[in-house]
């Protein structure tokens, strides 16, 4: 049995990490493969894929070789014309195909089939029959002695990042944030960015360019052909002053 966890992982957290423990202690299933999603379905704005991958693999290092964190949504994203984000049917046909020896089950929690979310998947009858769901208790979708795995808010942990990388993370909220996020994925959040592309104009091109290079950790910043000719009539100030590194790509429409 080979049990497909997907999500944004960003960050990656506490009950990310415990869950294929549970699934494996469990007998759940032979195998984990974690899949960080290439973009998020309403069109939320993610950390850069390459980075989330790189945290998630951090993550689940603990794990050894059960657990598998892949890129395959990257590689889906890439065979797509169109750029839109991936179908969980897609995924789990893929996966059948790569690993033809197990069977492939997809994972989700108790919240999913409760709110009658999994009703709304795309070909979710195909799924249920093919790919029949492991569902996980969840605190407030199941009953409470049924629970195993902690709650974590994702949309917490994105707070208190957002403030750590402001320096306005107080000692109440660094403690917080240390026992939600794996240590691993805790220093490299805090590791120094990677260096920043400049993106000239905001056409088509730019668009695609953004995405390429999010999806290889890069962060990027948007200027627009005015603003750029002025930027290249001044020199630039000598040393980087501890800030990340730049680099002009030229003009992109």
């Given amino acids: 049995m080979l049990a497909v966890f997907g999500g944004s992982f960003d960050p990656p957290h506490m009950g990310h990490v415990l869950l ?3 699934l494996l202690v469990r007998g759940l299933a032979a195998r984990v493969l974690v899949a960080p999603c ?4 309403f069109a939320k704005r993610l950390t850069p894929f390459a980075t989330r991958l790189q945290w ?3 993550a689940m290092s603990i794990h050894g070789e059960r657990v598998l964190v892949s890129d395959i949504e990257a590689r889906l994203a890439a065979a797509r014309p169109d750029g839109r984000p991936s179908y969980s049917i897609e995924l789990l046909d893929a996966l059948a195909r790569e690993h033809p020896g197990y069977q ?7 919240d999913i089939t409760a709110s009658g979310g999994f009703e709304r998947w795309h070909q979710h009858e195909r799924i249920a029959a093919e790919y029949p769901p492991i569902v996980v208790p969840r605190a407030g979708y199941a009953p409470p002695e049924s629970c195993a795995l902690p709650e974590v808010s994702s949309t917490a942990v994105r707070g208190w990042v957002a403030r750590l990388r402001a320096g306005e993370l107080d000692a109440e909220g660094r403690a917080r944030l240390e026992g939600a996020v794996p240590a691993a994925v805790l220093e490299q959040i805090e590791s120094p960015a990677r260096e920043v592309i400049w993106l000239i104009g905001h056409g088509h091109v730019a668009t695609h360019a953004e995405r390429w290079l999010h999806a290889r950790g890069f962060a990027t910043r ?7 000719r002025g930027r290249r009539d001044r020199r630039a100030p000598a040393g980087g002053g501890g800030r990340p590194a730049a680099r002009d790509l030229g003009a992109v429409s």
Avoid: E, I, K, N
């Fill in 222 to 228: 948007a200027l627009s052909p005015a603003r750029a």
């Fill in 56 to 58: 998630t693999r951090a």
């Fill in 38 to 41: 290439w973009s998020h379905p």
């Fill in 20 to 22: 294929p423990t549970y």
């Fill in 104 to 110: 492939v089950r997809q994972v989700f929690g108790s």
